[in-house]
């Protein structure tokens, strides 16, 4: 089962909140995918997030910049190990193929991976640039 994003997890910058659920509720659909073996819905479903959270830490990191945020060279290296663990995953998943054991390892780590991103990284982002 997913991990549910929760108004806990709003940092109080709309465009982001909204794409933090749009990705909690695309982890939700992965994991009801890899359930049920269809194996097109994961495809699909693995290629969305790997481009829909380059576009959402795309966003965090522009708000960071016109923010003059001081601490964007550790957020944004946050951004890439992800990214990089997340392509490790996924390449790994393909080459087993679906299964549920892999699915509940993916959808544990990257839910609550962003849990943690969100509640510490991005909460801090949210106190500053309410600042501003």
């Given at each position: 089962?997913a ?21 909690f509720?695309?982890i939700e ?5 890899i359930?049920?073996?269809n194996?097109?819905?994961?495809e699909?479903?693995?290629e969305?997030?790997?481009q ?6 795309g966003?965090e990191?522009r708000?960071?910049l ?9 957020h944004k290296?946050?951004h ?9 995953m996924?390449?790994e ?11 509940i390892?993916?959808n ?5 991976w962003?849990?943690?991103?969100i509640s ?13």
């Amino acid at each position: 089962m997913a991990i549910p994003w929760t108004p806990a997890l709003a940092i109080g910058v709309p465009e982001i909140d909204h794409q933090h659920q749009e990705l909690f509720l695309r982890i939700e659909r992965l994991v009801q995918g890899i359930s049920r073996g269809n194996a097109a819905d994961i495809e699909r479903l693995l290629e969305f997030l790997s481009q829909y959270v380059v576009k959402h830490f795309g966003a965090e990191e522009r708000w960071m910049l016109r923010s003059a945020y001081p601490d964007y060279a550790r957020h944004k290296a946050e951004h890439e190990r992800f990214i990089r663990d997340y392509e490790n995953m996924t390449r790994e998943f393909r080459e087993k193929g679906p299964n549920v054991l892999a699915g509940i390892r993916i959808n544990n780590w990257i839910a609550e991976w962003l849990r943690q991103h969100i509640s510490r990284s991005d909460m801090e982002l949210g106190r500053f640039l309410a600042t501003k």
